[in-house]
């Protein structure tokens, strides 16, 4: 029973060995052809978590193949902190949304989003002139309120309010509907 554990665990740690050299290809590729902030943002975390995959799945291989218990005991660990972690971001995401539902509209496809519907903090990290100029300019770069448009330029206002629009459309692209 012993060898087959350690052999599902090499099997799997390898099959994530592999999978994180794309992951720091992808970081490394952002690093180099980042066009937009949104891009470039995203380098540097891509390539730490790629590296950081890469080191858990090679203690991972060496301590259930060649039988290395104190790497068997560190890969545990780490792994039972990154599920903590991701345990705790959760939680974190929900409680800092989970207010900002969005308010039904008897006479329209969409929801109305305000700000004042989410947690503080997300008010107060969105309201920071620096941490607004990028959002807004992630925004731009998707082109998400230019589709919008380009989808409804020649529809009646009838036609648009019956539209399902995502919640970044509806709290960010169109007025208010008051």
């Not at 902190?81 to 800092?96: D, H, K, P, R």
């Not at 990290?125 to 230019?146: A, G, M, T």
Request: aromatic share 8%; with cysteine; net charge positive.
């Amino acid at each position: 029973m012993v060898r087959v554990s350690n052999n599902l665990v090499g099997i799997l740690n390898l099959i994530t060995l592999l999978l994180s050299i794309p992951i720091i290809g992808g970081g490394i590729w952002l690093s180099k052809q980042a066009n937009t902030e949104c891009e470039r943002f995203l380098d540097k975390p891509v390539i730490a978590l790629g590296v950081f995959i890469l080191l858990v799945s090679i203690a991972g291989l060496v301590g259930s193949c060649c039988r290395v218990s104190c790497l068997l005991w560190v890969y545990l660990v780490v792994m039972f902190l990154l599920i903590l972690l991701l345990f705790c971001f959760t939680i974190f995401a929900f409680v800092v949304t989970n207010k900002g539902a969005g308010e039904a509209l008897s006479d329209r496809g969409y929801k109305e989003y305000r700000l004042g519907d989410y947690s503080d903090w997300l008010q107060k990290r969105v309201n920071n002139d620096n941490n607004w100029n990028k959002i807004r300019s992630c925004l731009q770069d998707s082109k998400i309120c230019q589709r919008l448009l380009d989808d409804g330029s020649s529809a009646k206002v009838e036609d648009f309010n019956r539209q399902h629009l995502s919640s970044l459309q509806s709290g960010c692209c169109k007025p208010s509907n008051d």
